[in-house]
DNA sequence: ATTATATTGGAACGACGTTCCATTTATGTC
DNA sequence: GACATAAATGGAACGTCGTTCCAATATAAT
């Protein structure tokens, strides 16, 4: 009766664990996905591979897990919980922000299949946590209450964007056999032989791409949005 | 010997279209690919609907076409090139690189699955075509080269994520056969009842959530991002 | 006409997510 | 301890997908 999306032990056995020892587990399951995830890439979660590792069949699994979207996003809610545990300290909110999307970058950078299965869980858990983190510091920042959901969303999307972003480089480059440094270098050439007449930005920057650094141009982003925010705040205070 | 990505046309035939008129053509492939995609979602692109909608087989598709990763990069170009064509014009770099925005927008708003498409064409011609556009407006701006990388992955990386979001709150409704409205509805319902100790800020963004509109919001992101960079401007002219 | 090449249509393969069900294991009752 | 009920398991089977393969056909070249 415990089927799925219940509540999972409404009536708790008294003592011990009950059931054998080795016995399946949502949570079992769930940190099974997350190790073949991050050995296998986004590709590697399949029940069959789930099966083998966890030495059952697809039936079991089914009875702990709705389906493979739903592991996917419990998987995914597993590693962001974690992150914004963990990023709950910072002096000032702007700090507290910088950390927090500082702890995102880190997070999809050691489980690139994160930044994609974001992507998909649109409204659910994870991105709730992520939506509570940053509304209240923006809060903290003095944002009026009728511009706090666009700051915030701006903020969420900006770092879902590279989170996308990041995971697919990371996917794209282990499908190559590739590390991401040489993807990177091959997209710089690539981009170095376009027609200058057609391509002109493009190609000046394929300079920068090659010796660029990710998180700092993902700060460097976080830096002008809050910029931006300060700016918010100034034209009210101007108005007062 | 034209397979796939090759020259096509090398030794061009001297007159009319040659071969049969019905005759297949990648060209041909791609459009059926974009009607498939728009009236079904992003599920609805196989071979098999392909085949039967261009009354062939699976295998004369993959004569013109390398793989559906091929197909989908290059129906998502074809988007992506008529949008960044339609916006050349402005009076200002600022207001150029809104309606650039705006026009992704409405892009994606119509073809959805352009929106998740992006996410994996990570440094393929779709992107390049975005950001050199949006680098061309981000020179005017007078922004140092040294910055102008940063600044540009900024507005990439924030207009991707909102599409990413919003292809899968559209692809989210459809398989529950309810429309965008509604389910936005949904989610608020679900944020209005989260434990109020726990998500104070969710829970207090959802009645907005309800009533938003999710292009000025889109809007009001690239806005802060811009006037970020306004700032980035000044700080430069006052050390000079 | 005959050969060579470009293109086509569809059968077949292996992998996937999911469903189904017979079987096993635990729990509650006398 | 024996029995009934429910929870949990393992694996076979189904339908769909991307992709490959290849015999058949259409076009071009000689």
Known sequence: MSRCGMIKNARNTPRGPQRREESLSRDRIIEASIALLD????????????SERLATGAGAIYWHVENKSDLLTAACDSI?????????????????????ALGMFDAIDAHPWVGSALTHTAGQLP??????????????????????????????????????????????????????????????TVWSQLDPKEYPF???????????????????????????????????????
Request: glycine share 8%.
């Open 80 to 100: 962001i919980a974690r992150t914004m545990a963990s990023c709950v300290v910072g002096a000032t909110p702007e700090a507290t922000i910088r950390t927090l």
């Open 127 to 188: 991105m709730v946590r992520i939506v509570e983190c940053l509304g209240q510091q923006v809060r903290a920042l003095g944002v009026a209450d009728k511009e706090q959901w666009a700051v915030v969303s701006a903020l969420l999307h900006y770092i879902l964007g590279v989170a996308g972003q990041n995971a697919a480089n990371t996917q794209f480059a282990r499908t190559r056999s590739i590390d991401r440094s040489n993807f990177l270098d091959a997209m710089a």
């Open 39 to 50: 050995s296998k890439g986004e590709g590697g979660l399949t029940f069959r591979a789930l």
């Open 202 to 240: 493009a190609r000046s920057v394929a300079g920068q791409l090659r010796v660029h650094d990710d998180c700092a141009d993902f700060l460097a982003g976080i830096d002008l949005i809050l910029s931006g925010i300060r700016g918010l705040r100034a034209d009210r205070i101007d108005l007062t």
